[in-house]
C-alpha cells in the first residue's frame, strides 16, 4: 500500500489554511528530540508508543505524521494505515521544515 506524503510547502498552506480547525500533527521522535523544536501545533507521540495511542491518530480527515527525516514517520504511518487510519507522511520531517527558514517552538508544548 502507498502512503501518502506532503511536502513541507504543502503542510505549511494546508496548517495557515485551516489555522481555524484542529490539524492532527502528530510527531513522532524521541522526547528529547520534540523538547529541542517542533512544528507548532505538532503533539508528541514517540514511535515506539505509537502502538499503544493508535486511538489518538483517529478523526475526521488525514493526520499527519512528521519526524526528523521522514523514515520514522513513515514508519509510523504504514502501521496506522493498517488500522484503518487516513496517515500522510510529512516529507523530509523536521529537518525540511527548519531548512526551510520555518519558526519551530521548543519545550514540551504543542503550542
Not at 485551516?18 to 523538547?35: F, K, S, T
Not at 475526521?60 to 520514522?72: M, N, P, W
Not at 504511518?77 to 484503518?84: A, P
Amino acid at each position: 500500500m502507498a502512503i501518502p506524503e506532503i511536502s513541507i510547502d504543502d503542510l505549511a498552506d494546508t496548517l495557515a489554511a485551516d489555522a481555524n480547525e484542529a490539524i492532527r500533527l502528530i510527531d513522532v521522535r524521541e522526547v528529547g528530540e520534540y523538547d529541542e523544536g517542533h512544528v507548532a501545533g505538532a503533539t508528541l507521540i514517540v514511535l515506539s508508543t505509537v502502538p499503544d495511542n493508535i486511538e489518538a491518530f483517529r478523526g475526521e480527515g488525514s493526520t499527519y505524521v512528521i519526524c526528523r527525516s521522514g523514515a520514522r514517520s513513515m514508519r509510523a504511518c504504514e502501521l496506522l494505515e493498517s488500522h484503518g487510519i487516513d496517515a500522510v507522511n510529512v516529507a523530509g520531517g523536521t529537518m525540511a521544515w527548519i531548512s526551510s527558514g520555518r519558526d519551530v517552538v521548543t519545550g514540551d508544548q504543542p503550542r
